[in-house]
């Protein structure tokens, strides 16, 4: 295997610091030194564990029961498509062998999958590996912003009104909640209705619930 740099003196390597402000360098370190800590109530884990795996994850997307009215969480995945309740935590749905032209979301122009279980019949669009994005903000002031200030890794930060990175204390105004140090990172952000945080990576979902707060 061939090193690159082995032959290339110090002081030709590119510097990653090259071009960066004090600003920007403050604002790095400030990022680094933040630890994942639990996110502020109203917010709770939905899962007992944190998380639950989910190998070979690909995307996720979200939907509205028909009948509690709960957020669902659609995860797509290389073993097929699943639905987890977003409040309780519970699988209510498997397709372990979905149709083919409607596996993943890159087969339809909106990167939407088919709905499965209560939603069977309509469509839910998926962010993750082929694109697409999810709310990055709620109506009432909470933010998601993921950042990578040591690459490849990103860390996922919550805040809300004012509490920008740049702005107040950690722990108080801004949270770094997830670091996505063991997989690589899928997507994250808000349901529609602003009650559900999700973060996916390619091994296994995150949820935080706010419902009945």
Same mark, same amino acid.
């Given at each position: 295997m061939v090193k690159w740099t082995a032959g290339i003196p110090s002081a030709e /390597? #590119?510097? #990653?610091e090259a071009g960066l402000s004090d600003y920007q360098l403050a604002m790095r370190d %400030?990022?680094?030194a933040a630890p994942v800590v639990h996110a502020p109530a109203p917010w709770r884990p939905v899962f007992d564990s944190s998380l639950v795996a989910v190998g070979g994850l690909?995307?996720?997307?979200?939907?509205?029961?028909?009948?509690s009215g709960n957020d669902l969480v659609m995860v797509v995945s290389q073993d097929g498509h699943g639905l987890f309740d977003a409040v309780t935590g519970e699988r209510i749905a /498997?397709? %372990?062998?979905?149709a083919p032209e409607g596996a993943?979301?890159?087969? !339809?122009?909106?990167? !939407?999958c088919p709905g499965l279980g209560p939603i069977a019949?309509? /469509?839910v669009r998926i962010a993750g590996l082929f694109g697409g994005g999810l709310h990055s903000g709620t109506g009432d002031g909470w933010s998601v912003e993921v950042v990578q200030p040591a690459w490849p890794n990103q860390r996922v930060l919550l805040s809300h009104g004012d509490g920008l990175p740049h702005r107040g204390p950690h722990g108080e105004k801004w949270w770094h909640v997830f670091h996505a140090s063991w997989s690589t990172f899928r997507a994250a952000g808000f349901s529609p209705s602003g009650r559900t945080l999700?973060?996916?990576? !390619? !091994?296994?979902?995150?949820l935080w619930s706010r419902t009945g707060e």
């Open positions: /390597r #590119p510097d #990653p %400030r990022l680094l690909l995307g996720i997307g979200f939907a509205v029961h028909p009948g /498997r397709d %372990r062998d979905p993943t979301p890159d087969e !339809s122009e909106d990167l !939407s019949g309509g /469509r999700a973060v996916a990576t !390619s !091994s296994d979902l995150t």
